[in-house]
């Protein structure tokens, strides 16, 4: 970071000068940090250490802070070199002051606009996407789209790109997908599976209750702001104890079928929706591995089960590939489309 | 991926040619992942979408599969390229078997070994822990190290490689981090928070109730095999209701002091106690926005408390700074930190 100003300058021939005003800036932002965060640091020593964030190349313009680093637009040579933080949110934060300064707003009245679109999947292999997509290039000119996919936490994400007058190319990609896999296909709009598993519920209020997904399932469903409009709560039952205490699942259940079974997932379906009053559930119960596995349960065996209060069940038991982590991120996705097939009244595909 | 093998070929002037044997073993993968997840494709048409995998540069070593593609290991003129998939957990399965080829080996024999090690901090700014790396490097030669800095999920880890022969700089470095930073480091050894806390536990039994971390804090510890033992499970009461219901929050409590406040993370705290029959319980209740703020509980006014059955109590309601995702990142980690003190029996420093 302390030379990213240095070599952008060299690179374009300008000094580097102290940007007075910009020191002051940082110095303000670190002293509130402080004294919000209720550390005590030497302020000496802390304006000592982000002086050197306050200097800029000669005839550089300094981006206002979003965290304690400034960015940098720096003209060179009919280019311009643009510096900025690395944390996402400071980098988004400061983006649109670097688009509005009239040195990047000429380069970029040369460059021709980019559309992008995200198709959105889940329950079928990468590799059967790759030959659909072959399939449909035999039958339509798809050159001017660049098509990228990608297995994201078990979702099948194909990242569209194209310059303007690609529409026919566009619509033969959109055309083909949906008639060969539409079935897999949950959003054409890159939608997360949790904003579609909301807009279902249509004001109605979910209850969650898990134990080898440990509170991922409940962290998916609040991530993004307003999910207290549709999300109770959950309970994390990674004991057998708390699976009957909090959940009300009996004993004598998980004795003789186990914690780990279509039965119990159901009980602690129902004990989601009865504790938290709710309106629609899903339990998953599961072997995250990597012990615990036996031959008839083996590691990846998980048990689902999602519910309404009106009675409508779906409820699965697969064995999900791959190791702990991938198993605990599978079975979250497993759980959210398994609720959107139950919101939506169809069965998923096989 | 398609063009790997074939770029690789080329840049090493060798012909891609069909390894069968490999062939044979990536139809037997994919025909078992396709049985085991309970869908059904077309055989025939995953084969040839999946023989272009097999095609391996002549005089190549095809590695078996960790998921559906095989690694390559290439030699190309006192080079190797070795071509390993993207997946962290199959990129990481593949490497011993890449390591064993005769032309890694003679590759590695060439090279000198590095050592490498993470201290970890929780609870300063990034720039004080530049300027006491300075401050160090004033009084030692630390030359011979490679030190890399980084803040990942509130914690600020110091990333530390050497080859052999840097003892000096190594302790003279260490020595000077624990003196000057010592209150602030829970790690010379790279462990993870929840790894330390679960030492610390030496048997007991941890729950945890969250509001606005909303399950991060359960997942986070999950993460690792073995929580069971000390992890008995979580609330996600993300509804009022959910607090009262399942915890035994008051709801005047709630009503006269607002869910997020000191006293209502105290009583969920005692809820998850006695919910769970655990040993130790963190709480958590805030605001992690971007609505929902009020001048007096602003956006990351969040409210922790930590607790023994035995009647320990560490209790904190700072302002945490970023956006939703920080916030509720952060908090986790705020969290898992109060309970390590507690733990420790001593207060967090100012």
Redesign the interface.
Known sequence: D?LTAEVVGRFAGRELVLDEAMEQKIHEI?KG??A??????DPD??R???RKQAMVPEGATALDPM??APGLVVPADGMVVIVLPG?P?ELKGMWPAALSQPAVREVLERAEPFEAFEVRMF???E??L??VL?EIEEEADLSPLEITTC?RGGELVTDVRHRAGADEAREALLGGLEQKLGQFTYSFQGEAIETVVARLLGGR?L??A?SC???????????A????LW?????????D??KS??LGVDPGLIESKGAVSPEVADQMADGALA???ADAACAVTGIA???GGTDEKPVGYVCFCAKLATGEVLARD?????????I?QRSTMVALHLLRYLLEGREP??
Do not use: H, Q, W
């Not at 999300?231 to 004991?239: K, R």
């Open positions: 302390d670190i940090f402080a919000r965060s209720k550390m005590r640091f020593a802390l000592a250490a982000n965290g304690t944390p949110r329950g079928l292999p590799s059967e790759a030959r072959r297995l209020m209850a969650v898990e997904t440990g509170g991922l399932l409940a962290a998916r469903c609040t991530d702001p307003g999910s207290s999300f109770s709560g959950g309970v994390v039952s990674y004991a104890e708390a205490e909090l504790r938290f009053g591995g990597p012990d697969p064995v999900l590939p791959g190791d702990r982590g991938d605990r595909p096989r």
